[in-house]
């Protein structure tokens, strides 16, 4: 007899090699990671001469973290420190971009609600976004695994333990001729850098922050921090703390003065800061983590 065949599994394309519990290298990590990590940018729409269009503004990165599951801090949604601004409309769409150094890319665009695809917990700086089923594939058209996503660890990491960052910091989003599906890709570049824990302390109970040397710009909040051994995330990028440590008085010279058109005053006042770059740990978002299915 002949065996019967097959016909009922549909192909799915070229089996992914299995993720790597433990990276030989600091670049063999990024490259497994870098999949996962976006571009976060802000639409709303705005009243020119009459018109309405709308206005994108680039917020900040942020990581897939589970199936459907979408991490970030919550000051890249909810800016404190920005008016109205700098805070979520329901009318908002948000669009998420991610391209790499191999030139891989891809999008979605799509408006989420707070409470229903869009959650925060401001005192934790978290932000929890829940991924459409179109964000991995439209038709037959697949964009994203569902295995591709960035591991969480719960456990502590020392001070000296290395450590590195992704994400998109100094970008902003463009269209050619203002077309929604034809986004200006070369102007949004993922960037990475490596570093170390050198303070960890808790605030209060439950809640733990890191310090890192890292150096964070504009773009980079919301972005993973991650372990280099297993490339699991350990923190999320909040932004640095600054204490200034020296000021002086500068006495501008007559010869600087004259070429000043503005300025008009003899000095100036200069402040040295020590700057701390700071994450909180991802133990301090067990419970919120819990809620959301995206671990355990």
Not at 16 to 27: A, C, D, I
Not at 60 to 78: C, D, E, K, Y
Not at 204 to 219: D, H, Q, R, S, V
Request: glycine share 6%; net charge positive; hydrophobic share 35%.
């Amino acid at each position: 007899m002949s065996k019967k065949k097959r016909r009922d599994k549909k192909y799915q394309g070229p089996k992914l090699p299995k993720r790597p519990e433990y990276f030989n290298s600091f670049r063999e990590c990024v490259d497994w990671l870098k999949k996962s990590v976006y571009m976060i940018a802000r639409g709303r729409e705005v009243e020119v001469d009459g018109k309405k269009l709308i206005n994108w503004t680039t917020l900040g990165s942020g990581f897939v973290a589970a199936p459907n599951r979408f991490l970030t801090a919550a000051h890249v949604i909810n800016d404190p420190q920005k008016k109205d601004d700098g805070q979520h409309r329901d009318n908002d769409k948000y669009f998420l971009l991610r391209h790499d150094d191999t030139d891989a890319w891809h999008y979605r665009v799509k408006e989420y609600h707070f409470n229903k695809e869009l959650f925060i917990y401001s005192n934790l700086d978290l932000a929890i976004i829940y991924l459409d089923e179109e964000f991995y594939q439209v038709n037959e058209k697949k964009y994203v695994d569902k295995n591709e996503f960035i591991r969480i660890s719960m456990d502590f990491l020392p001070i000296g333990y290395e450590i590195g960052v992704l994400g998109y910091p100094l970008c902003k989003l463009g269209f050619k001729d203002q077309q929604l599906n034809q986004p200006l890709i070369g102007d949004i570049l993922l960037r990475t850098d490596t570093g170390v824990v050198n303070c960890r302390y808790n605030t209060k109970e439950n809640i733990c922050i890191y310090e890192f040397t890292l150096a964070f710009n504009p773009g980079n909040s919301g972005g993973p921090i991650f372990d280099v051994r297993t490339g699991r995330i350990i923190s999320i990028v909040r932004g640095y703390k600054t204490i200034p440590i020296a000021t002086q008085e500068t006495i501008i010279s007559e010869e600087v003065a004259k070429q000043l058109k503005t300025y008009s005053e003899k000095s100036f006042i200069e402040v040295l800061h020590a700057n701390y770059s700071i994450g909180f740990a991802t133990s301090s978002f067990q419970e919120a983590f819990k809620t959301h299915n995206i671990i355990n």
